[in-house]
Nanobody, 125 residues
Framework: QVQLVESGGGLVQAGGSLRLSCAGS????????MGWFRQAPGKEREFVIA????????TTADSVKGRFTISRENAKNTVYLQMNSLKPEDTAVYYC??????????????????WGQGTQVTVSS
């Protein structure tokens, strides 16, 4: 059974940084795309960033471009989200997800098959 577990969330001041991790188990994700989404209170879940199975390609939402980066360590079945220059509007629950049947990135939630439970990120002003 595939499981994804996020960690690294917390409270940070505006301008600060956080690094989220997403560890997968129950499968091998080295050839599948993985992504991060977020959901703020009262809003729909939205795409943040994704990485190809090889780790060589990424897709980034305009709202976080230049501030957030994604990387992966396939030997550990883990993907990371480095968040810099955080803003209060980045406050949300952050979810990682994997496309079990495709190595290419996607901005669409429905293209991802497995999801983590999420980790809260709160940015204070």
């Amino acid at each position: 059974q595939v499981q994804l577990v996020e960690s690294g969330g917390g409270l940070v001041q505006a301008g600060g940084s956080l690094r989220l991790s997403c560890a997968g188990s129950g499968g091998t994700f080295s050839t599948q795309a993985m992504g991060w989404f977020r959901q703020a209170p009262g809003k729909e879940r939205e795409f943040v960033i994704a990485v190809t199975g090889s780790g060589r390609g990424t897709t980034t939402a305009d709202s976080v471009k230049g501030r957030f980066t994604i990387s992966r360590e396939n030997a550990k079945n883990t993907v990371y989200l480095q968040m810099n220059s955080l803003k209060p509007e980045d406050t949300a629950v952050y979810y990682c997800a994997v496309r079990s049947r495709d190595s290419g990135t996607s901005r669409t939630m429905e293209d991802y098959d497995y999801w983590g439970q999420g980790t809260q990120v709160t940015v204070s002003s």
